[in-house]
């Protein structure tokens, strides 16, 4: 499958903690994309890295692409109830396709 | 208000009888496609399309039709649908301008086939 797959599938944290997830792929993919999925909707943007980017940051999200291992991380600092979601990895593969991974499910305890 | 608009969003049908999800954006995005959504799998590419009447398969495309005689519309057809095509079904669309285009996708359409 050229899916890409997160870890953990679920992850439960009290608010105020910090809540990693991780995504790894196995095919190269330009530009990898983290998306966010409140139940049933549907998805969101929340931040890119490029191919030749290694860490970016954008509010409380902190993403790192390591591409040799075909890998990267999203990291939410602080977490708030809001923040329960369903959290993905995508990107568009060397063509046209685009793939996204099953997904991390993120519950923030209040 | 940039949009991905897809129709309807809640639908049972019975096996075989045809449908047709519509999805239109309003961006002026060259590229669109079509995903479901099912548990555990997450989400999984039926058809893209690079530009008009330029359309190719993803990763699940059978039993599914698509076209592209306008750049906002891409139609969903399932000619004669089968109860392993309930699923939750997603349109959306990109720019092709520049890499690492943001995907914008529609709020879903949940499919029900008895």
């Known amino acids: 499958s050229q899916q890409g797959e997160e870890d953990p599938q679920a992850l439960s944290i009290q608010e105020g903690e910090n809540a990693t997830m991780n995504c790894s792929y196995k095919t190269s993919i330009n530009n990898l994309q983290w998306y966010r999925q409140n139940s049933g909707r549907g998805l969101v943007h929340l931040i890119l890295?490029?191919?030749?980017?290694r860490e970016k940051h954008s509010g409380r999200l902190r993403v790192t692409l390591d591409t040799s291992k075909k890998s990267s991380s999203l990291l939410i600092t602080a977490s708030r109830a809001a923040d329960t979601a369903s959290y993905f990895c995508g990107g568009r593969l060397g063509g046209f396709k685009t793939i996204f991974g099953a997904g991390t499910r993120l519950f923030v305890k209040a | 208000e940039a949009q991905v608009t897809q129709n309807p969003r809640y639908l049972i049908t019975v096996t075989g009888k045809k449908l047709t999800v519509t999805c239109s954006q309003n961006?002026?995005?060259?590229?669109m496609s079509w995903y479901r959504q099912d548990p555990g799998l997450g989400l999984r590419q039926i058809y893209y399309?690079?530009?008009?009447?330029?359309?190719d398969k993803g990763d699940v495309p059978e039993g599914y039709k698509v076209s592209r005689k306008e750049k906002r519309n891409f139609p969903l057809i399932l000619e004669s649908p089968s109860p392993n095509q309930t699923s939750l079904y997603f349109c959306?669309?990109?720019?092709?301008?520049?890499?690492?285009?943001?995907?914008?996708f529609g709020e879903g359409s949940w499919l029900t086939v008895v």
């Open positions: 959306a669309s990109s720019f092709e301008g520049s890499p690492g285009n943001t995907i914008y």
């Open positions: 890295i490029r191919s030749n980017e």
């Open positions: 399309s690079m530009n008009v009447e330029v359309t």
């Open positions: 961006m002026n995005h060259e590229y």
